[in-house]
């Protein structure tokens, strides 16, 4: 049902229905680790947003809206050939009319991103909900660096999905995004030798 966007009693109620849903905890969905983005996605690649566009979705209970989102695959890791890749997600807005789940990803035109996704049809096709998107920026030397989407510094691939133990101090350098591909490459081949 869309509801218009000052109306904020309906993000309220779909808030409140996934947290019952789920244990409390700071995230509504459970932890994914780095060897499980790689064995669940059907598509790993690094790309850049071109496009976001939100769009009317008509369903048996009414319209809803969902967003495309296109990239452009600079670097087809797994489970792609394509220049472009396009995932869709529940919710967006459109005038002001606004459909929203708590914690959903959200992406701009110029985002680069490395993504672990799956080709179904669902409210978000990104493996883990927003683990299996990460952030990529360059640093003031001009390296390409990797951080999850909350913008925490990724060091190392296995802390994916795992909280810093009580006193561990995270880098401020995330890890490159060379070292990260090369990370995922080195996971893939490991999967296909079982």
Same mark, same amino acid.
């Given at each position: 049902?869309?509801?218009?966007?000052?109306?904020?009693?309906?993000?309220?109620?779909?808030? *409140?229905?996934?947290?019952?849903?789920?244990?409390?905890?700071?995230?509504?969905?459970?932890?994914?680790?780095?060897?499980? *983005?790689?064995?669940?996605?059907?598509?790993?690649?690094?790309?850049?947003?071109?496009?976001?566009?939100?769009? /009317?979705?008509?369903?048996?209970?009414?319209? =809803?809206? %969902?967003?495309?989102? $296109?990239?452009?695959?600079?670097?087809?890791?797994?489970?792609?050939?394509?220049?472009?890749?396009? *995932?869709?997600?529940?919710?967006?807005?459109?005038?002001?009319?606004?459909?929203?789940?708590?914690?959903?990803?959200?992406?701009?035109?110029?985002?680069?991103?490395?993504?672990?996704?799956?080709?179904?049809?669902?409210?978000?096709?990104?493996?883990? /909900?927003?683990?299996?998107? *990460?952030?990529?920026?360059?640093?003031?030397?001009? $390296?390409?660096? =990797?951080?999850?989407?909350?913008?925490?510094?990724?060091?190392?691939?296995?802390?994916?999905?795992?909280?810093?133990?009580?006193? =561990?101090? =995270?880098?401020?350098?995330?890890?490159?995004?060379?070292?990260?591909?090369?990370?995922?490459?080195?996971?893939?081949?490991?999967?296909?030798? %079982?």
């Amino acid at each position: 049902m869309l509801h218009r966007r000052r109306a904020w009693w309906p993000y309220l109620t779909i808030a *409140l229905a996934l947290c019952a849903a789920a244990p409390a905890r700071a995230t509504t969905y459970p932890p994914v680790t780095f060897s499980e *983005l790689v064995a669940r996605a059907d598509l790993i690649f690094v790309g850049e947003v071109v496009d976001v566009r939100p769009y /009317f979705d008509q369903t048996r209970d009414g319209p =809803v809206i %969902r967003t495309r989102v $296109v990239f452009r695959v600079t670097d087809p890791l797994w489970g792609t050939t394509a220049a472009l890749e396009v *995932l869709e997600f529940f919710g967006g807005e459109i005038g002001d009319l606004g459909m929203a789940i708590a914690e959903m990803p959200t992406f701009a035109v110029g985002d680069r991103r490395v993504v672990f996704a799956r080709r179904e049809r669902s409210i978000n096709p990104i493996v883990g /909900f927003t683990q299996g998107v *990460l952030r990529i920026a360059r640093d003031a030397a001009g $390296v390409e660096r =990797v951080r999850t989407l909350d913008g925490t510094p990724l060091a190392r691939p296995e802390s994916i999905g795992r909280a810093p133990a009580p006193g =561990v101090v =995270v880098p401020e350098a995330p890890m490159r995004l060379a070292d990260f591909r090369d990370r995922v490459r080195r996971a893939l081949a490991e999967a296909r030798r %079982r």
